[in-house]
């Protein structure tokens, strides 16, 4: 069975840096589509930045220019570098995957992980 597991997070000051990590674990075949979500209190949970299998990135608005995501195929591994955080950065973040699993047929999204918090303060 495939996981995800979010590691990096943690209580900033506005205008500092978090680096966040996502690895998978199991037997994986392949990878197309990472990303990372993020989801604040009271609200819903929102695209962050994701990337494809051939390496072209996307962006939300409010991160471009200050968040970059990145991915080790072999390691089956998705980094969000964030700088210049603001409070509204302040949620918990989840990556997301779609992977093959080894011996199988169909790309399906890993389910969620249980995250990672980014406080940053004022």
């Known amino acids: 069975q495939v996981q995800l597991v979010e590691s990096g997070g943690g209580l900033v000051q506005a205008g500092g840096s978090l680096r966040l990590s996502c690895a998978a674990s199991?037997?994986?075949?392949?990878?197309?589509?990472m990303g990372w979500y993020r989801q604040a209190p009271g609200k819903q949970r929102e695209l962050v930045a994701e990337?494809?299998?051939?390496?072209?990135?996307n962006y939300a608005d409010s991160v471009k220019g200050r968040f970059t995501i990145s991915r080790d195929n072999a390691k089956k591994l998705v980094v969000l570098q964030m700088n210049s955080l603001k409070p509204e950065d302040t949620a918990v973040y989840y990556c997301y995957m779609n992977v093959q699993p080894a011996g199988g047929y169909a790309y399906a999204p890993v389910p969620w992980g249980q995250g990672t918090q980014v406080t940053v303060s004022s």
């Open positions: 990337i494809t299998a051939g390496g072209s990135t």
């Open positions: 199991g037997s994986i075949f392949s990878i197309k589509g």
